[in-house]
Each structure stands twice: as C-alpha cells, then as structure tokens.
C-alpha cells in the first residue's frame, strides 16, 4: 500500500507559518505596550515629584512668578501623561486585534490538524483491513495447499 499523504500538507504548512508570523506581531505588540506602559508610569512619576515639590516650596512661600512656572510645568507635565495615556490605549486596542488574529489562526491550524489526524486513522484502518485481508488470504492459500 502506498505511504500516507495528506492533500492538505501545503496548506497545513502555510497556516503554520501565517500562525508563527502573527505570533511574533502579537509578541512585538506585548512588548510595545509593556514599553508605553513604563513610559507612561515615568511621565506620572515626574508629575507626582514635581506637585510634591511643589506643595512643599508653596508651604515654605514663593514668589507669584516661581508658582506660574510651576503651574505651567505640572500642565505640561499632565499633557503628557495624557498623550502618553493615550499612546498606551492605542496599543493595547492593536494588541487585542493581534491576539485577535492570532486566536483565530490557532483555530484554523488546530481544525486543519484535526483533520489530519482524521485522514491518517483513516489511513491506518485502512491499512490495518488490508494487512488482516493479505493475511487471510495467505492462510487460506495454505489450507487449499495442504489439503490438495
């Protein structure tokens, strides 16, 4: 009997590959994010130093022009955290989407292996008939010998 063969090895092989592709995409994702999320906790630090600075210089007094120019860093400061914020909010949004794909090429290869797997026990009964058959009839060839 011929060797197994599954019809659909090529198309196996490149589900595979799109599988592997979209899990290095969803790993970079993980890792932008993991990078936006350390961005974001050092622009919410500096923030948080600099009010502190801040409530501590105002208790021990300041000039009107030192609070200004405090007032205008800690705005900048809240516009970043926000910008950065927002920077994080994409990336997770990309993230979800290529653990999306990912999902869903993992579903396509499982199905395809499946059948597979299917095809191959398929296969083997098939082979397994055959063999019980060819042995069947070796013994039934010997007992037509042995009485003739």
């Known amino acids: ?31 932008q994010v993991t990078r936006q999320e350390a961005v974001l906790q050092d622009a919410e630090g500096r923030l948080s130093n600099y009010e502190e600075e801040f409530r501590q210089k105002k208790s021990a007094g300041m000039s009107m022009f030192e ?22 909010v994409q990336l997770r949004r990309v993230e979800e989407e290529k653990r999306a794909r990912v999902v869903e090429s993992r579903v396509e290869t499982k199905t395809l292996e499946k059948l597979k797997e299917f095809k191959l026990a398929e296969y083997n009964k098939g082979v397994q008939k055959d063999e019980e058959r060819f042995i069947d009839d070796l013994t039934a060839t010997r007992r037509v010998l042995s009485n003739a």
């Open 67 to 88: 609070a200004l120019k405090y007032q205008n860093c800690m705005e900048a400061l809240v516009g970043e955290v926000d910008r950065e914020a927002e920077k994080l």
């Open 1 to 31: 009997m011929k060797k197994f063969r599954f019809q659909l090895d090529t198309v196996l092989g490149y589900k595979q590959q799109v599988l592997d592709n979209r899990l290095v995409e969803h790993g970079a994702a993980v890792a």
